[in-house]
C-alpha cells in the first residue's frame, strides 16, 4: 500500500496559495466591515430640531405691559454623541445673542432668519441656552430653552 507522497516544492506551492488565500479572505472581510460601518454613517442623516423665538405678552389692569420672550419649543432632548442641527428662526424680537452653557456654543438669532446651530454632546446632562439679553425677568425672560442629553 502507497500512501500520497508530495515532493517538498509541491507541499510548498500549496502552503503558498493558502496563505494568499487567507490573506484575500482576511482583506475582503476587513473591507466589508469598512463599508458597512461607512454605510451606517452615512444613512444616518444628521437630525434636524427646529426652534422659533417666540413672545408672550399681556397688559395689566394698571396699563402696564408685561412680556417674556421664549425659545420654543423650551424643552429639547439628544441622545449622547447624537449629531443634531438645531435651527433657530428669529420671529419675534430684534436679535437674541445666545450661548450654551457648558460649551464654547454661541450665536446670535436674528428677525428673519433662521440661525444654524450644530450640536453634538459627549456627556448627558441638562444644558440651558440662554439669550444673554432676555436671561431673566426683569429682563423680559427668562429665554431660557433646556437641552437635554442621555
Ligand atoms: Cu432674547
Not at 51 to 67: A, N, R, S
Not at 90 to 109: C, L
Amino acid at each position: 500500500m502507497r500512501f500520497l507522497v508530495f515532493k517538498k516544492e509541491t507541499l510548498l506551492f500549496f502552503l503558498a496559495v493558502g496563505v494568499v488565500i487567507a490573506s484575500i479572505s482576511v482583506w475582503v472581510m476587513l473591507k466589508a466591515g469598512d463599508t458597512t460601518v461607512f454605510n451606517q454613517q452615512s444613512n444616518r442623516e444628521i437630525r434636524e430640531i427646529h426652534m422659533v423665538t417666540g413672545e408672550f405678552k399681556t397688559t395689566m389692569k394698571d396699563g402696564k405691559e408685561l412680556e417674556a420672550y421664549r425659545w420654543d419649543p423650551g424643552t429639547i432632548f439628544l441622545e449622547k454623541g447624537e449629531r443634531v442641527h438645531l435651527l433657530i428662526s428669529g420671529i419675534n424680537g430684534e436679535e437674541h445673542p445666545f450661548k450654551i452653557e457648558g460649551t464654547t456654543i454661541k450665536g446670535t438669532v436674528k428677525k428673519g432668519e433662521e440661525t444654524s446651530v450644530p450640536l453634538q454632546f459627549d456627556k448627558e446632562g441638562t444644558y440651558r441656552l440662554i439669550c444673554e439679553i432676555h436671561s431673566d425677568r426683569s429682563h423680559n425672560g427668562p429665554m431660557i430653552a433646556y437641552i437635554v442629553v442621555d
